[in-house]
Structures are given as structure tokens and as C-alpha cells.
T-cell receptor, first 115, second 113 residues
């Protein structure tokens, strides 16, 4: 059973607008959440993370929101740029129990930012 | 870059042959990981290591073995390659502290014919 779900395989937005990527999880023991970006023929690149003691973390154009009661996190990119076009992976881990501290990844969402 | 080198970058092999993929790091990190990426599956953990000679299984470990005789090297071996092991394999490293992100290498594309 999938513990980390990214239900949208793809998303297309216009340059300059907001991109919102969503992720749901089922394991209530998860306490650390991350977003990765991946370009073709390259390894995933760490983007931003959030601990379960927070509900928001911001880094430049990227903001991650965490809603623990809904077991949902989202990544906002504002403003979106063509260079943001990539596959985005959501990941989560639990320090105690569950995933043994290892990252569990979603299946990814392919973002296309059109000029 | 996080100082991770994977070799080879591409490999084509035949069913039934053994294959070893190498991951080399220059960061002296304790934790190292092997993931595979397949369409429709995202990234799945194969094996990981938490120190020299200390390894454990991940979600999809069947058909794979690993070894770590030095801090800097983590080897992934397919004892007898099958077509289902055609995939892109990524190595990753992490610092000791729990709330640290993984940093990935650029991957090895393996094709088993």
C-alpha cells in the first residue's frame, strides 16, 4: 500500500503564475517531509523540507505547507518559471517506527511551465 | 554537487549475468542508499548502509545484494540479472543527523536484454 501519494501525474501552468503540487500520506508516524526536483538524465535534487513541528517553510520562490490533521502537504512555486519544468517527488520519513528513518517517495508529478 | 559518483552511467547486459554497480562518495557520510526508479513507481529503496559492513534491506531487495567495505564505496550487485531489473539506479548519501536530506548521484541506466 502506498504510504506517500502524489495523485496528479502531471501539471501544466503558465509562466509567472503559481504552481501547486500536492502530496498525501497515510503513516501518522511520518515526521520529516521533503520535496525533490528531477530533470531528465540527472539525479533528484533536494528542494525544500519541513519538520512535523512546523506547518510552513519558505525558501525563495518555494514554500511547503504541511497539514498534519489532513496528512497533506503541498509545494507552492511563485512565480513559476520555464526552468521549473521537471518531475517533482514528495518524500517522507519516520524517525521511530514505520520506515526506519528511510525516505519513502511518491510517484512524482511532472510540472510543465509554459512561456 | 554532493560528491557522489556512480559507475557505470550506462550498462547493457544479458539475462542471467552478474552485474555490479558502484557508488563512490567523497563526503565521508555514514549513510548510503540504493534506489531504483521506474515509470509509475517513483523511487523505491533497494538496500541501505549505516556504516562500514552495516547494511539492511529496503522495500525491493529481492535479487540484489550490497557490500560496503569502505566508507566511501557502496556496491550494488545483481547476482543474476533479469529483465525486471531494467531500471535507472540511484545512489544517495546522507549526513548522520536524522533531519538531513538525501543527496543523489546522477544514476546508472541498466538494461537487461
Amino acid at each position: 500500500d502506498q504510504q506517500v501519494k502524489q495523485n496528479s501525474p502531471s501539471l501544466s501552468v503558465q509562466e509567472g503564475r503559481i504552481s501547486i503540487l500536492n502530496c498525501d500520506y497515510t503513516n501518522s508516524m511520518f515526521d520529516y517531509f521533503l520535496w525533490y526536483k528531477k530533470y531528465p538524465a540527472e539525479g533528484p535534487t533536494f528542494l525544500i523540507s519541513i519538520s512535523s513541528i512546523k506547518d510552513k517553510n519558505e525558501d525563495g520562490r518555494f514554500t511547503v505547507f504541511l497539514n498534519k490533521s489532513a496528512k497533506h502537504l503541498s509545494l507552492h512555486i511563485v512565480p513559476s518559471q520555464p526552468g521549473d519544468s521537471a518531475v517533482y517527488f514528495c518524500a517522507a520519513s519516520a524517525q521511530y517506527g514505520g520506515s526506519q528513518g528511510n525516505l519513502i517517495f511518491g510517484k512524482g508529478t511532472k510540472l510543465s511551465v509554459k512561456p | 554537487d554532493a560528491g557522489i559518483t556512480q559507475s557505470p552511467r550506462h550498462k547493457v547486459t544479458e539475462t542471467g549475468t552478474p552485474v555490479t554497480l558502484r557508488c563512490h562518495q567523497t563526503e565521508n557520510h555514514r549513510y548510503m542508499y540504493w534506489y531504483r526508479q521506474d515509470p509509475g513507481h517513483g523511487l523505491r529503496l533497494i538496500h541501505y548502509s549505516y556504516g562500514v559492513k552495516d547494511t539492511d534491506k529496503g522495500e525491493v531487495s529481492d535479487g540484489y545484494s550490497v557490500s560496503r567495505s569502505k566508507t566511501e564505496d557502496f556496491l550494488l550487485t545483481l547476482e543474476s540479472a533479469t529483465s525486471s531489473q531494467t531500471s535507472v539506479y540511484f545512489c544517495a548519501i546522507r549526513q548522520d543527523s536524522y533531519n538531513s536530506p538525501l543527496h543523489f548521484g546522477n544514476g546508472t541506466r541498466l538494461t537487461v536484454t
